[in-house]
């Protein structure tokens, strides 16, 4: 899926409770994390809940993540993070607008400031592993 239909997606829906069901099954849908990955090194720190993010590069330089929470709706908001950000080079990273894409998708108003901090202490491990790397 890529951000656009994620953002239609998210359009289907009249109200913010459907669109939190919908953000939540986001979250039912990632990839199981190995539970020998969530180490205290992969904890991103700045999250309320618990979240492991592991970060890496494939062979053809584009990123891979394996993430996990244990809350419903971080694991929708780091399907997100997955959605903008994994597949991707360095470089493309690079020009991701967060903050539009995240407004894009109505969370910049309809989530916790909490819940807000926490999805973009996960974009900052991705923007600082990625810079590392590139840099």
Known sequence: MDMQELVDNFALFDDWEGRYEYLISLG????PMDDALKTEAAKVRGCMSQV?????????GKLTM???SDAQIVRGLIAVLRTLFAGRT?????????AAAFAR???DQHL????RNGFFSMVEAVRAF???CNG
């Open 66 to 68: 394996a993430a996990d």
């Open 28 to 31: 039912r849908e990632l990839p």
């Open 52 to 60: 492991w993010l592991v970060l890496g590069w494939d062979a053809d």
């Open 90 to 98: 360095a470089t493309e990273i690079s020009d991701i607008d967060v």
């Open 112 to 115: 916790s400031p909490n819940r």
């Open 105 to 107: 998708l109505g969370l």
């Open 130 to 132: 990625t810079s590392r």
